[in-house]
């Protein structure tokens, strides 16, 4: 099975700042015959299931604020939020479908400082 | 909207049944990969079992293997998880959740709101 492993597990920020979470896989979720990463990223709020932010590791879900970006390849990846808003507060989880079973990461809550 | 309604979560006992229900709307549940998410309280995500699209080849995870079965109803449009030999550690909440394309490697683009399963005597 592929280990996903995100960093760090919690971290506040302040309103208006970045926040970055990191995301590494045991192995390539990179996909060789069409060049893409199968790595996605969700926000999960208190309560609630969990919404799809980022697919294909760098692809912006339609609706989701441009504030959200992901970014990297291979095995190791990167949600950023650009400027923290008081919405934002959640855990956010990386998930690998390159194989099955697909898995995820452990989560990163994310709060306000 | 896409919709995913959950239905047939409960209390069992060590050892029990129990057969969760999605019904989809606004889509046909054939045309996509489905699986189901569980959630243990306070905990992370766990994939638990999937079906693609065309060919509704099915998967599971280690842990639910040979305990757990998915199936689908084309005609009801409504995708199911069948959980036999229930454990305490099966205690969570379940969620169906569509898949972004046909087959099983594709990321969940909705969420059904989770049906919670305890397992306790």
């Not at chain 1, 999960?44 to 604020?65: D, F």
Request: charged letters at 15%; one cysteine or more; aromatic letters at 12%.
């Amino acid at each position: 099975d592929i280990v996903m492993t995100q960093s760090p597990d919690s971290l506040a920020v302040s309103l208006g700042e970045r926040a970055t979470i990191n995301c590494k896989s045991s192995q390539s979720v990179l996909y060789s015959s069409n060049n893409k990463n199968y790595l996605a990223w969700y926000q999960q709020k208190p309560g609630q299931p969990p919404e799809l932010l980022i697919y294909w590791a760098s692809t912006r879900e339609s609706g989701v604020p441009d504030r959200f970006s992901g970014s990297g390849s291979g095995t190791d990846f990167t949600l950023t939020i650009s400027s923290l808003q008081a919405e934002d507060v959640a855990v956010y989880y990386c998930q690998q479908h390159y194989s099955t079973p697909s898995t995820f990461g452990g989560g990163t809550k994310v709060e306000i400082k | 909207e896409v919709q995913l309604l959950e239905s047939g979560g409960g209390l069992v006992q060590p050892g029990g049944s129990l057969r969760l229900s999605c019904a989809a709307s606004r889509f046909t549940i054939s045309n996509y990969a489905m699986s189901w998410v569980r959630q243990a309280p306070g905990k992370g995500l766990e994939w638990v079992s999937g079906i693609s699209g065309s060919d509704g080849r099915t998967y599971y995870a280690d842990s639910v293997k040979g305990r757990f079965t998915i199936s689908r109803d084309n005609s009801k449009n409504t995708l199911y998880l069948q959980m036999n030999s229930l454990r305490a550690e099966d205690t969570a909440v379940y969620y169906c959740a569509k898949g972004g394309g046909n087959y099983i490697t594709y990321y969940f683009d909705y969420w059904g709101q989770g049906a919670l399963v305890t397992v306790s005597s």
